[in-house]
C-alpha cells in the first residue's frame, strides 16, 4: 500500500519548481484556509502527548516542590523502606493515621500480574501466528483473524467481569489458592486483553519474510516444520520480541480488568496465588475518594505519570524494533 | 538411490515429517484456544444475560437499590457519550490522516513526529487518560471558563459529559487515524493524478475523489472508535461518570452514567453479590452485543472494501 505513495514522491521532483508552484496555487484563499487548518489539526497528537506528560506532570509537581506534602511524603521516600515501628518496611496504605507510601507492593504486584499475563498468552499468540501465516488456508485466516479481533473488542470491564465469576472459582478449585481473588485469575484475564495484540504483531512480522526465504529453505530440502523453525522464526524474531514488548506495555497499563480480578491487597509477595495490587488498580480505586490537591492525591498522579513514561519507552522501544526489521527486511508496509 | 531407501533413511523421514506435522497442530491447538477462549465469554456472558434481558430491562431505569428494574439511563449515557465523542474524534482522526498521506512528504520529520505520537497515544494505559482528563480538561480548562464566564461558579469545572467524551475523543485519535490512512493508501495514485489533471485543487482532489473512495476505511475506524469508546471505563471514572442518576443527562455539563462503569460498580461494590448477579449479567450482555455488533459490521465493512480494492473496482 506505502509503495504507491512512494512512487508519487519518487516521481515528484521530475516536475518543474513552477508547475508544482502552479499546483499549489491553484486553490483560493478559503483553500488555502482549509488546507492549513488540516494541518493545524495534524498537530493535534503531538499536543496530547504533551498535554498528557505536563497536565500530569503538573499535579504530580508538589511532590517534589511542596514542603507540605513532603510533610508526609517524597519522591524519594516512595522508593525507600518505611522507617516507622511495626508492620512491613514496604507497606502501601495511604489512608491511616500515619499514612504510608510505598509503592514497592503496587510495582511489585503489576509486574506479578504482568507476567503471568505473558506467560499465558505468548505461546498462544505466537503459536496461532505461525499457524495464521505459515499452515492456515486463506479461507481459514479469513475467520481467524477477524475472530481474534473480536476478541479484541470484548470490553477490558466484561473480561473482568468475568474472570471474577467463572476465572475465579474454576482457578481456585484447580490450584487451590489461598485467595479467591488473586494474581493468577488476573494474569489469566489479562491474558484475554493481550492475545490480540501479540497475535497481531507477531503474523505481521511473520508475514514480513519474503516468499523467497521460504523457498529458499524448501528447495534446499528442508521441511515445513525447519523451514519455519529456523528461518522464518528467526528472520521474523526482532518482530516476534517487538510483540512481547508491546504486550507487556499494554498488560501493565489496563486497569478495570485488574482492578475486578486481582483482590487489590498491596502485598510484597512472589506468590501468585495471593491477592495482589496494581498501579493502575490503585489510581483507579483510590483517586475517586482523595481530597484534590493533598498529598494522597499528588502521589496518586506521579504514579499515573511514571506508568506513562514507563509505557512510553516500551512501546517507543516496540515500535523501533518493528521498523528495523522491516528496513532489513525490505518489506515496508 | 529412490530405488532402495536405506532403513535409517526412512526412520529419519518419518522423525522429519513427524515434527512437522508437531508444529502444525500445536500451532493449530493455539488457534483453537484463543477461539475457545473468545467463545466461553461469549457464551457465558450470553447464558447468564439472557435470562435477565426484557424490554422492560433495556428501557427502564434501576429500582430498589440497583438489585431491579433496567439499565436505560446507562444505555443512553454510553450513547450520548460516544456520540459525542464521535463528533470530536473523526474529523481530528480523518485530518491528521488526510495530512499525513496527502500534504506531509514521508521524510518530513514532522510527520514521523505526528505518526510517533499517534503510535505511542494508542499505547498510553488508559487510566493515564483518566488521570489527564481530570488535571487537563476539569482543573485547568474546565476551570478556567468557570472564572471567565461564570464568575467562579462551578459549572464546568466538574466531571460531566463533556469532558469524559473528549477525554475518550484523544483515546480513540489513533484508531481513526490508522483505518482512515489505510483507505486513503488504497486509492489508486491514477485517480489523483486524473483528478489533477483535469485541473481540480488538491483539496477538491482529496474532498470529491479520495475521501469519498476512502470512505469505507473511514466509517471502519469510526465505528472501532465508536466501539472501543463504549467499552471504556478508567477513562471517564473521574471525568463524568456517576453511579445512580435519577434524571437523564440533558446538558454538557451533566454527569452520566455509562453500562461499563454500571457493570464494575455492580462487580465491586455491591453488598449482595447474588442479588445482583441477574443485573450484573444483564448489563455485561448489553454491553458485549453493542460493542460486538459494531465490531462486526465494522469488519464487514473493511473485508468488503478490500476485497472490493484488490478486484481493482
Not at chain 2, 21 to 44: E, F, G, N, Q, Y
Not at chain 2, 72 to 85: R, S
Not at chain 2, 159 to 176: F, G, M
Not at chain 2, 293 to 310: D, E
Request: net charge positive; hydrophobic share 50%.
Amino acid at each position: 500500500m506505502r509503495m504507491a505513495s512512494q512512487v508519487t514522491m519518487q516521481s515528484a521532483p521530475a516536475r518543474t519548481a513552477s508547475e508544482s508552484r502552479s499546483l499549489r496555487r491553484r486553490g483560493g484563499w478559503g483553500e488555502r484556509a482549509i488546507e492549513l487548518s488540516i494541518r493545524a489539526v495534524a498537530l493535534l497528537s503531538i499536543a496530547a502527548i504533551l498535554l498528557i506528560l505536563v497536565f500530569v506532570g503538573k499535579e504530580a509537581l508538589p511532590l517534589l516542590t511542596s514542603s507540605d506534602v513532603h510533610r508526609e511524603v517524597t519522591f524519594g521516600s516512595l522508593f525507600a523502606p518505611l522507617k516507622e515501628a511495626g508492620g512491613s518496611a514496604y507497606t502501601w496504605q495511604p489512608v491511616s493515621e500515619v499514612p504510608k507510601y510505598n509503592v514497592w507492593p503496587l510495582i511489585v504486584g503489576s509486574v506479578k500480574v504482568t507476567l503471568v499475563s505473558l506467560v499465558f498468552a505468548v505461546p498462544l499468540s505466537v503459536g496461532a501466528a505461525v499457524y495464521v501465516s505459515e499452515y492456515a488456508r486463506p479461507r481459514v485466516r479469513e475467520i481467524v483473524k477477524p475472530a481474534i479481533e473480536l476478541l479484541a473488542g470484548v470490553p477490558s470491564v466484561v473480561v473482568g467481569f468475568f474472570a471474577l465469576v467463572v476465572l475465579a472459582t474454576w482457578v481456585q478449585d484447580t490450584f487451590g489458592t489461598e485467595h479467591r481473588l488473586n494474581a493468577l485469575v488476573a494474569g489469566i484475564g489479562l491474558s484475554f486483553a493481550i492475545v490480540p495484540i501479540i497475535f497481531s504483531v507477531s503474523e505481521d512480522a511473520l508475514r514480513a519474510v519474503p516468499g523467497s526465504y521460504r523457498e529458499a529453505a524448501l528447495a534446499m530440502g528442508s521441511t515445513r516444520a525447519q523451514t519455519v523453525l529456523r528461518v522464518v522464526l528467526p528472520a521474523a524474531g526482532p518482530g516476534i520480541a517487538a510483540s512481547f514488548v508491546l504486550g507487556f506495555g499494554r498488560a501493565i497499563g489496563e486497569t478495570m480488568i485488574v482492578v475486578i480480578a486481582s483482590g487489590n491487597a498491596a502485598l510484597l509477595d512472589a506468590n501468585i496465588g495471593r491477592s495482589a495490587r496494581t498501579i493502575t488498580a490503585t489510581i483507579a480505586q483510590e483517586l475517586g475518594e482523595v481530597v484534590v490537591g493533598s498529598a494522597h492525591y499528588d502521589v496518586l498522579f506521579a504514579l499515573g505519570g511514571m506508568l506513562f513514561v514507563a509505557t512510553f519507552v516500551v512501546n517507543f522501544v516496540g515500535e523501533r524494533i518493528v521498523h528495523g526489521m522491516r528496513r532489513r527486511l525490505g518489506t515496508t508496509s | 538411490m529412490t530405488a532402495a531407501v536405506s532403513p535409517r533413511a526412512s526412520t529419519l523421514v518419518g522423525k522429519i515429517r513427524h515434527g512437522d506435522r508437531a508444529l502444525a497442530t500445536l500451532s493449530a491447538a493455539a488457534v483453537v484456544v484463543i477461539l475457545a477462549m473468545l467463545a466461553i465469554i461469549v457464551l457465558d456472558v450470553v447464558r447468564g444475560g439472557a435470562r435477565t434481558i426484557s424490554w422492560e430491562f433495556v428501557s427502564s431505569p434501576p429500582r430498589d437499590g440497583m438489585t431491579a428494574g433496567g439499565v436505560f439511563p446507562a444505555i443512553f449515557g454510553t450513547v450520548a457519550m460516544t456520540l459525542l465523542m464521535t463528533v470530536a474524534a473523526v474529523p481530528a482522526g480523518v485530518a491528521t490522516a488526510i495530512y499525513l498521506t496527502e500534504y506531509a512528504s514521508m521524510q518530513s520529520p514532522v510527520a514521523r513526529l505526528v505518526r510517533v505520537c499517534v503510535a505511542n497515544l494508542a499505547g498510553v494505559p488508559s487510566i493515564v487518560f483518566g488521570l489527564f482528563g481530570l488535571g487537563f480538561f476539569i482543573s485547568t480548562v474546565g476551570r478556567g471558563i468557570d472564572r471567565f464566564a461564570y464568575g467562579g461558579q462551578s459549572v464546568y469545572g466538574k466531571p460531566c459529559l463533556l469532558w469524559s467524551s473528549l477525554t475518550l475523543a484523544i483515546l480513540t485519535l489513533p484508531v481513526v487515524v490508522v483505518a482512515t490512512e489505510e483507505a486513503i493508501r488504497s486509492v489508486p495514485r491514477e485517480q489523483r493524478e486524473a483528478s489533477l489533471a483535469l485541473g481540480a485543487t488538491r483539496l477538491q482532489t482529496i474532498f470529491r475523489v479520495i475521501l469519498p473512495e476512502a470512505l469505507g476505511g473511514i466509517l471502519t475506524g469510526t465505528i472501532l472508535a465508536v466501539s472501543r469508546g463504549a467499552g471504556e471505563v478508567a477513562p471517564i471514572l473521574f471525568t463524568g461518570v456517576a453511579y445512580y442518576l435519577p434524571q437523564l443527562p440533558t446538558n454538557l455539563n451533566d454527569p452520566f452514567m455509562s453500562l461499563g462503569y454500571h457493570v464494575y460498580v455492580l462487580a465491586t461494590q455491591s453488598p449482595d453479590v447474588e442479588k445482583t448477579k441477574p443485573l450484573l449479567y444483564g448489563t455485561a450482555l448489553v454491553l458485549l452485543v453493542l460493542t460486538f455488533l459494531l465490531n462486526l459490521i465494522a469488519i464487514w465493512i473493511r473485508s468488503r472494501s478490500r476485497r472490493r480494492a484488490r478486484a481493482g473496482v
